[in-house]
Each structure stands twice: as structure tokens, then as C-alpha cells.
Nanobody, 121 residues
């Protein structure tokens, strides 16, 4: 069963903005933190941002001040607003519901296909 579908990726000039969205199965969305990850070819997925059910957020240092994560609880959706994009932000972006166990987040759903973000100079 498909649990996560991401969209919004595109090719963008450095300094530009892009908004990503995903729709998530309610069975894993409700009551759980949502997260955005990104992956560069040859590397493992990197956790980019998380947002709790109450709206508390955390970001990886490299995107602080440039990215914003939000959620729409009525429609089981999560969003990632990306501003001042840099070439190093290039990658395939994924979202998922997660739970924190100790110091590590564990994903609750199957991975979607992701959405490609390309930032060029």
C-alpha cells in the first residue's frame, strides 16, 4: 500500500525557492512527527527537518534559516518550503512519519518515490 506521495520538485536556479508537499496515509500521520529527508546519489538519506504534532520544528544546521516545515492535520499533508536554495541542496527529497527512539528517528511508513530537486549555479 502506498503511504507517502511527494511532489513539487523541480530544477531551480541558486537563490531561488521551491515548495514541496506530500500526502500521507492517515494511519501513520495521526499522532506522529513528520519528517523530510534528502538523498544524493551514492549517499544515504539525510534527515533535513521534523515537525511534531503540536508544530515544534527542528532542522539540520545546513538549512536553518532557509527552510520551513509545516503540516496540515486536516488533510494529512506535510510541506517543506525551501528558500535561498544552494547547489548543495540538490537531491531527492522524501517525507515520512517518524518516531524518536533515544537519539534516532525511525520511519513508520514505506518510502515513497521522492521528488527530485536540482539547484544549478
Amino acid at each position: 500500500q502506498v503511504q507517502v506521495v511527494e511532489s513539487g520538485g523541480d530544477s531551480v536556479q541558486a537563490g531561488g525557492s521551491l515548495s514541496l508537499s506530500c500526502v500521507v496515509s492517515g494511519s501513520i500521520f495521526r499522532g506522529n512527527t513528520m519528517a523530510w529527508y534528502r538523498q544524493t546519489p551514492g549517499k544515504q538519506r539525510e534527515l533535513v527537518a521534523v515537525i511534531s504534532t503540536g508544530g515544534a520544528t527542528k532542522f539540520v544546521d545546513s538549512v536553518k534559516g532557509r527552510f520551513a516545515i509545516s503540516r496540515d492535520n486536516a488533510n494529512n499533508m506535510a510541506y517543506l518550503q525551501m528558500n535561498s536554495l544552494k547547489p548543495e541542496d540538490t537531491g531527492v527529497y522524501f517525507c515520512n512519519a517518524v518516531r524518536l527512539y533515544g537519539t534516532n528517528y525511525s520511519t513508520l511508513g514505506s518510502w515513497g518515490q521522492g521528488t527530485q530537486v536540482t539547484v544549478f549555479s
